[in-house]
């Protein structure tokens, strides 16, 4: 199965999640499938190795972790999200949170993690399962849930699945972006991810 492949598989599951209501409990994360046996994936009609494409997943993982928290930051898809209710947003500033869609406390952007589930065999960019708000004690990942898929009351404003849907669309731009990295001679950074 070539690269290509896995991720249309695990973006047709990505899509049946975000087409769940809100009520069915499902976490928010992409999944990049680590496959540990030779890959089909051949850029420029070359085989690649296992140990370079196990590199190449972590180099996405990295990449697509830190995509995700730059939108969210700088508001990236502003443009593309209804605005938040004026009645919010004056409650927000009342009580002097951030005004940004997406990040209230911060606590949200900082619980969006990347981890290598073993038994799965799988790598996931995705909100923390473990993190709550001090103030409210609600799940951050149940927020991160109502904020992608929206609610009876909220419209949805994603981001997984846009991200999710660029990389499938430009997976060939980021293994240039990789092959750039890696030759480049600079520090690594995505090499550091450890499985949890």
Known sequence: MDIFALFRKAYKNLKKRFSRTEKHKTDIYIN???VTSHP????YGKTMSSQVYED?????????????????THQRFKKRWKPLSPAYLRWKVLKGYDTRTWIRTGKLLKAIKAWYNPSRKLWIIGVSP???YDDT????LDVARWMEHGTSRMPARPVFGPVFSNIE?????????????????KKK??????AR
């Open 130 to 132: 473990y993190t709550v």
């Open 56 to 72: 190449f997943v972590k180099f996405l993982v990295f990449m697509v972790r830190e995509q995700v928290k730059d939108i969210i």
């Open 169 to 185: 669309k430009n997976i060939g731009d980021f293994w240039n972006l990789y092959e750039k990295a890696v030759r480049s001679g």
């Open 32 to 34: 990049i499938t680590r």
């Open 40 to 43: 089909d994936f051949k850029p």
């Open 189 to 194: 950074t995505w090499r550091t991810l450890k």
């Open 137 to 140: 004690g609600l799940a951050v």
